[in-house]
């Protein structure tokens, strides 16, 4: 497949890495993720109002932008480079495209706009307790009393899902797996964030009790639809992965470059020149699988999407532990310190990895879409 950026795609990225450069800076990073909302309200607001990040992908009819899944990677691949924290993934991404996908249009009147906006923050809940990512895996009921549904069991690694107004449950119902919408806020809810690796990115457990839902969509069987909602989620997260590969390879040449030993730039030496020249190959052939599944989520091709999303989430899951890991190493002993910020990318690319299933899932999946 021939695919290219264009001039505005260039642009975009430009402005997107000029504000990240500026409000997702260290410093503001190591402040954020000390925090428990895991996010800046107010640079959210800015990327709404100002810059309409939220709402790229939202129809104009709902108040969006209008725009591509490419230009979707465009700017994770920026925040992935930045390691912004904030709810763009599982919000801007994630809940935009299963609204979009599986739900109904009063609901799609009413959620969509307010996500553009800023004004309120949507996520999925659809991991249960047995940790895995595909829709046979679902084990949590929905009872409907009258045409009035309540919702039980325990939803885990939900992105967001202690700050999300709105949570999109998945959930079974006779007629099979179903989205609902639940409040953040309702009776029933219990919200604990998790412990996590990675403190740039909130996960957190959601515990339903007999909690008031209201069905989105038609009711029937939407096991494809949510899968096709993660298989997006997965092309945009290799997106943002290869951001953090690239970052991590510009951290290390350029300490390569300066950093002397013995009078002489420790990237003259073989051992290090040859493990940033690795690191190049590896990151370049990243940006390659995570483009060509952008395009393909673009074209909006679902057997193709499926098999290159598969490849790009093994591919930069593995590429980006591998920069991240070999920044730490090339900045020797200040590398494992708290103080630089190697150590954050480092513990992003490990999360990165398992997050939606780690690679050998997604071999196992490829290896499905290929019959064999």
Same mark, same amino acid.
């Given at each position: 497949?021939?695919?290219?950026?264009? /001039?505005?795609?260039?642009? +975009?990225?430009?402005? $997107?890495?000029?504000?990240?450069?500026?409000?997702?800076? &260290?410093?503001?990073?190591?402040? $954020?993720?000390?925090?428990?909302?895991?996010?800046?309200?107010?640079?959210?607001?800015?990327?709404?109002?100002?810059? !309409?990040?939220?709402?790229?992908?939202?129809?104009? *009819?709902?108040?969006?932008?209008?725009?591509?899944?490419?230009?979707?990677?465009?700017?994770?691949? &920026?925040?992935?480079?930045?390691?912004?924290?904030?709810?763009?993934?599982?919000?801007?991404?994630?809940? $935009?495209?299963?609204?979009?996908?599986?739900? =109904?249009?009063?609901?799609?009147?009413? +959620?969509?706009?307010?996500?553009? *906006?800023?004004?309120?923050?949507?996520?999925?809940?659809?991991?249960?307790?047995?940790?895995?990512?595909?829709?046979?895996?679902?084990?949590?009921?929905?009872?409907?009393?009258?045409?009035?549904?309540?919702?039980?069991?325990? #939803?885990?690694?939900?992105?967001?899902?202690?700050?999300? =107004?709105?949570?999109?449950?998945?959930?079974?119902?006779?007629?099979?797996?179903?989205?609902?919408?639940?409040?953040?806020?309702?009776?029933?809810?219990?919200?604990? +964030?998790?412990?996590?690796?990675?403190?740039?990115?909130? +996960?957190?457990?959601?515990?339903?009790?007999?909690?008031?839902?209201?069905?989105?969509?038609?009711?029937?069987?939407? *096991?494809?639809?949510?899968?096709?909602?993660?298989?997006?989620?997965?092309? !945009?997260?290799?997106?943002?992965? $290869?951001? !953090?590969?690239?970052?991590?390879?510009?951290?290390?040449? &350029?300490?390569?470059?300066?950093?002397?030993?013995?009078?002489?730039?420790?990237?003259?030496?073989?051992?290090? #020149?040859?493990?940033?020249?690795?690191?190049?190959?590896?990151?370049?052939?990243?940006?390659?699988?995570?483009?060509?599944?952008?395009?393909?989520?673009?074209?909006? =091709?679902?057997?193709?999407? *499926?098999?290159?999303?598969?490849?790009?989430?093994?591919?930069?899951? /593995?590429?980006?532990?591998?920069?991240?890991?070999?920044?730490?190493?090339?900045?020797?002993?200040?590398?494992?310190?708290?103080?630089?910020?190697?150590?954050?990318?480092?513990?992003?690319?490990?999360?990165?990895?398992?997050?939606?299933? =780690?690679?050998?899932?997604?071999?196992?999946?490829?290896?499905?879409?290929?019959?064999?």
């Amino acid at each position: 497949m021939d695919f290219a950026f264009t /001039e505005e795609h260039a642009e +975009l990225r430009q402005t $997107v890495r000029r504000f990240l450069e500026d409000k997702s800076n &260290e410093p503001a990073v190591r402040n $954020v993720m000390a925090s428990e909302s895991g996010y800046d309200p107010q640079v959210w607001s800015q990327m709404a109002e100002q810059m !309409g990040l939220q709402g790229l992908i939202v129809p104009e *009819s709902y108040g969006g932008a209008g725009l591509g899944f490419v230009e979707l990677a465009v700017v994770l691949e &920026e925040m992935g480079r930045a390691l912004y924290c904030g709810p763009y993934l599982s919000s801007a991404l994630i809940a $935009v495209n299963a609204l979009l996908l599986g739900g =109904d249009e009063p609901t799609r009147a009413e +959620l969509l706009p307010a996500i553009a *906006s800023g004004e309120k923050l949507v996520t999925l809940a659809y991991v249960g307790e047995n940790g895995r990512w595909d829709a046979a895996s679902i084990e949590m009921r929905a009872t409907s009393d009258g045409g009035a549904w309540t919702l039980d069991g325990i #939803k885990t690694h939900v992105i967001d899902g202690h700050i999300a =107004d709105v949570l999109l449950v998945a959930a079974r119902t006779d007629q099979g797996v179903a989205l609902f919408g639940v409040e953040g806020d309702a009776d029933g809810v219990r919200r604990t +964030l998790l412990p996590t690796l990675d403190l740039t990115r909130k +996960l957190a457990r959601i515990e339903l009790e007999g909690a008031r839902a209201k069905l989105i969509g038609s009711g029937g069987d939407a *096991s494809a639809v949510i899968d096709q909602v993660i298989t997006l989620a997965v092309a !945009g997260q290799a997106a943002e992965q $290869v951001g !953090g590969a690239q970052r991590c390879l510009e951290m290390s040449t &350029e300490f390569a470059k300066t950093r002397l030993q013995f009078g002489r730039p420790i990237g003259s030496f073989q051992a290090i #020149k040859h493990r940033c020249a690795d690191m190049l190959v590896e990151v370049e052939f990243a940006k390659s699988a995570a483009y060509h599944a952008a395009f393909r989520a673009a074209e909006g =091709d679902q057997a193709e999407l *499926s098999t290159a999303a598969a490849i790009a989430k093994s591919y930069c899951s /593995e590429a980006f532990f591998h920069a991240a890991a070999d920044t730490i190493q090339i900045h020797g002993g200040m590398g494992f310190t708290w103080e630089h910020p190697a150590h954050l990318y480092f513990k992003r690319a490990k999360s990165s990895s398992v997050l939606f299933g =780690d690679p050998l899932h997604h071999r196992e999946r490829l290896a499905h879409h290929l019959g064999l």
